[in-house]
């Protein structure tokens, strides 16, 4: 058990270093305050809205015979909301118009989509299939 304690130490001293690091390098910033605001932002946004709504919507599905393939698609929609967010809430127009040149709001919407569809889809095929065992029919 020593060697387990030992590793767990030297990775927690590791990341006490790094987050040493981080709020040096952030304070050696002309404008770190903007990022201060920003980091608590970040934590609000977290604490208040994201974490609730992810529990309320675990509880949802707790007793869902397909949570597996429903907390999949949340986590695959969350993630993609979660990279085109700061895209679509940037102010104003994108520094360089060549590197975000699409309608980033109309693709998140279709992606979300796609995964809604491929999520229900696989959800029905598969009730279609017990269906079938139950009945004992093939097609």
Do not use: C, F
Not at 31 to 48: K, P, R
């Amino acid at each position: 058990m020593k060697p387990l304690r030992t590793l767990r130490y030297a990775v927690g001293g590791v990341g006490v270093g790094l987050i040493g690091l981080g709020a040096w390098l952030v304070a050696a910033q002309p404008a770190s305050g903007d990022v201060l605001v920003w980091l608590a932002g970040a934590l609000v946004v977290h604490d208040g809205l994201l974490a609730p709504l992810v529990l309320a919507v675990g509880l949802l599905i707790a007793g869902r015979p397909e949570r597996r393939l429903w907390r999949g698609a949340l986590v695959i929609a969350g993630s993609v909301v979660l990279v085109t967010l700061p895209l679509l809430l940037r102010p104003g127009p994108a520094p360089n118009p060549s590197a975000l040149p699409l309608p980033y709001g109309r693709n998140l919407a279709i992606v979300l989509a796609a995964v809604a569809v491929g999520a229900v889809s696989t959800h029905l095929v598969r009730r279609r299939r017990r269906s079938q065992r139950r009945t004992g029919t093939d097609g």
